[in-house]
């Protein structure tokens, strides 16, 4: 599972290894995926119920999902570490947080452009090894407590996120 530590994966200019593609970013594009809101709402020790923290949540996958219209990418035309920041959040919400942390205005599947950039993520070399969904829907539900047994969702279902332009696209049409 991608966790924090996968932090440190981008820390070079270049990653080796599967996500070769994930390059660095400006720390304020990786830093507003901390600061909407989306990664400190699951954790800790605080149980996510109060109505602001919840209204945060939501503030950010909205502007997330109208970023994600026109670009592939939270940093328009390349995978990012703001991305690989994302992709724990994403890939939790509808299976935990959505129910677990009384986040239940939407579910993530229900977003034009969150759920298909969630699949493209998923569907990266490298990255559906490293979900093990039991572990999320039992660790976000707490030990010893009933297992959720939905939403089913499908991670492999066509995104159709490759019709936007990638950073390859862009130097190919340079002159």
Same mark, same amino acid.
């Given at each position: 599972?991608?966790?924090?530590?996968?932090?440190?994966?981008?820390?070079?200019? #270049? *990653?080796?290894?599967?996500?070769?593609?994930?390059?660095?970013?400006?720390?304020?594009?990786? @830093?507003?995926?901390?600061? #909407?809101?989306?990664?400190?709402? $699951? /954790?800790?020790?605080?149980?996510?119920?109060?109505?602001?923290?919840?209204? &945060?949540?939501?503030?950010?996958?909205?502007?997330?999902? &109208? *970023?994600?219209?026109?670009? =592939?990418?939270?940093?328009?035309?390349?995978?990012?570490?703001?991305?690989?920041?994302?992709?724990?959040?994403?890939? =939790?919400?509808?299976?935990?947080?959505?129910?677990?942390?009384?986040?239940?205005?939407?579910?993530?599947?229900? !977003?034009?452009?969150?759920?298909?950039?969630? #699949?493209?993520? !998923?569907?990266?070399? $490298?990255?559906? @090894?490293?979900?093990?969904?039991?572990?999320?829907?039992?660790? $976000?539900?707490?030990?010893?407590?009933?297992?959720?047994? $939905?939403?089913?969702?499908?991670?492999?279902?066509?995104?159709?996120?490759? =019709?936007?332009?990638?950073?390859? &696209?862009?130097? /190919?049409? /340079?002159?």
């Amino acid at each position: 599972m991608l966790e924090d530590e996968s932090e440190d994966v981008g820390r070079d200019d #270049r *990653v080796d290894g599967p996500l070769v593609n994930v390059v660095v970013v400006g720390e304020a594009v990786a @830093e507003r995926v901390d600061d #909407r809101g989306l990664v400190p709402a $699951g /954790s800790g020790d605080a149980v996510l119920c109060e109505h602001d923290a919840v209204a &945060d949540v939501f503030d950010a996958l909205d502007h997330w999902d &109208d *970023v994600l219209a026109d670009q =592939r990418y939270l940093a328009d035309d390349r995978l990012t570490l703001a991305d690989v920041r994302m992709f724990p959040t994403l890939i =939790r919400f509808d299976e935990c947080y959505h129910t677990a942390f009384k986040c239940n205005r939407q579910y993530l599947h229900q !977003y034009d452009n969150l759920w298909p950039y969630l #699949r493209d993520l !998923y569907q990266t070399p $490298g990255v559906a @090894e490293t979900v093990r969904m039991e572990h999320i829907k039992d660790d $976000g539900y707490y030990q010893g407590e009933l297992t959720p047994i $939905g939403p089913q969702l499908d991670y492999e279902a066509a995104h159709d996120r490759d =019709r936007l332009p990638t950073a390859a &696209d862009v130097s /190919s049409q /340079s002159p």
